[in-house]
């Protein structure tokens, strides 16, 4: 088949691909009209937003945590687990787009908070504060991440207050986002 040619109707979000077939072969023409999503399903681009729900997790003092992202606003290739391990796995080699945030309830004035997104179980960027007092605050970090197909991601954090502090849930708090980019 030969793609004879190709248009976008932005008022209607869609793409029509008119395809004539081989005159050898005696094909005929067909139009095949694709919305954004269609492309993106057949493309198989991962979206993911993934959130602490129902509860406050517990951080002990001086213990890397893993965050316990038990829930989704969406996951367009079904790669997130959030029951289980609460991570991404890859379904598709590609470049990631990943952020992380962490919402902290309180916390002890000058104590240090650390944040790290892992690949495969190794950390590989991170971030770091100290807090300013005893308030609520949040940590985030963000990267582009290379994955070959089964490469996991997992959020990760840290602090040093000497005794359990507590992140929040909620989906605007405590949330981790993943984007295969176009390229």
Known sequence: CIATSLS???????TTINVVGDSLV???ITSVLLSLSDME???GY??????RSNS???VQSFTWT????NAKNYDTQNEFD???????TAK??????VIGSIFWKSSVDQCYHGIYISKNGNPVTDGSIRSPGSHSFAVKVSDVIYLETNDYLELWCFQLGGFNLNIGNGSDLTFMVINRLPI
């Not at 598709?92 to 787009?97: A, C, E, F, T």
């Open 92 to 97: 598709k080699s590609g470049y990631y787009l």
């Open 8 to 14: 976008y109707d932005s008022g209607t979000n869609k």
């Open 26 to 28: 005696n094909e005929t």
């Open 46 to 51: 991962s979206k993911v937003r993934a959130y």
């Open 82 to 88: 959030s029951t289980t391990n609460y991570r991404f």
């Open 56 to 58: 406050e997790q517990i």
């Open 66 to 69: 893993k965050v316990q992202l």
């Open 41 to 43: 399903a057949i493309i």
